[in-house]
């Protein structure tokens, strides 16, 4: 990509109960109030190879079980991601979860991810504050930052609209996306 070339953006999720597909359809909408254009992929249906045709990514995987992968990512998706080449890429995380029920292990999706895509080349943006949450751990944070957006849509889903615009528009900022022009 270069100074004259739009950049190319996806969003590729994993959703088991519909949270995290809300959650990437907002985040599209958002983009797209930033004059962005995206592609919206769900990941059970979408070939990990996908990942490499976009210059930005924004992915989406909620903490299933007990601290793992949400089944759409686990098993095969997650080690395809091994294969390839995100070198160059900028790669934003947000994931749903329970942050009361699943305390100790809540957003661990968002660390298992991440550790995944540096070893691909990728650039983690869109840190987000664990100030306002009630966990005691979580693989998907470091040093009062996850990851990427943690949303909780169990506890906290009035807050759900407000982080993902702000959010999004601290994402736009850190990957120096600039909106399409729109002509009248």
Same mark, same amino acid.
């Given at each position: ?55 930005? !990514? *924004? ?8 601290? /793992?992968?949400?089944? @759409?990512?686990? +098993?095969?998706?997650?080690? &395809? ?11 934003? !995380? *947000? ?8 305390? /100790?292990?809540?957003? @661990?999706?968002? +660390?298992?991810?991440?550790? &995944? ?68």
């Amino acid at each position: 990509m270069n100074d004259t070339t739009k950049p190319t953006i996806g969003i590729i999720y994993g959703s088991t109960n519909g949270a995290t597909a809300e959650a990437a359809l907002k985040i599209q909408q958002e983009l797209t109030a930033h004059g962005l254009s995206t592609e919206r992929h769900d990941i059970l249906g979408t070939e990990v190879k996908t990942l490499e045709r976009f210059d930005k !990514l *924004f992915l989406g995987c909620p903490t299933w079980h007990i601290g /793992d992968l949400q089944d @759409d990512w686990a +098993g095969k998706k997650y080690k &395809e991601l091994a294969t390839l080449n995100l070198t160059g890429k900028q790669a934003a !995380l *947000f994931g749903t979860g329970d942050q009361y029920v699943y305390s /100790d292990t809540f957003q @661990d999706a968002l +660390g298992i991810l991440a550790a &995944e895509l540096r070893h691909s080349g990728v650039e983690l943006v869109g840190m987000w504050p664990t100030d306002g949450y009630e966990h005691t751990e979580s693989k998907g944070a470091i040093a009062g930052k996850f990851l990427g957006l943690a949303l909780d849509d169990d506890n906290q889903a009035k807050q759900t609209p407000g982080r993902i615009k702000a959010w999004v528009a601290q994402v736009v900022v850190e990957m120096n996306l600039k909106p399409e022009l729109v002509l009248n």
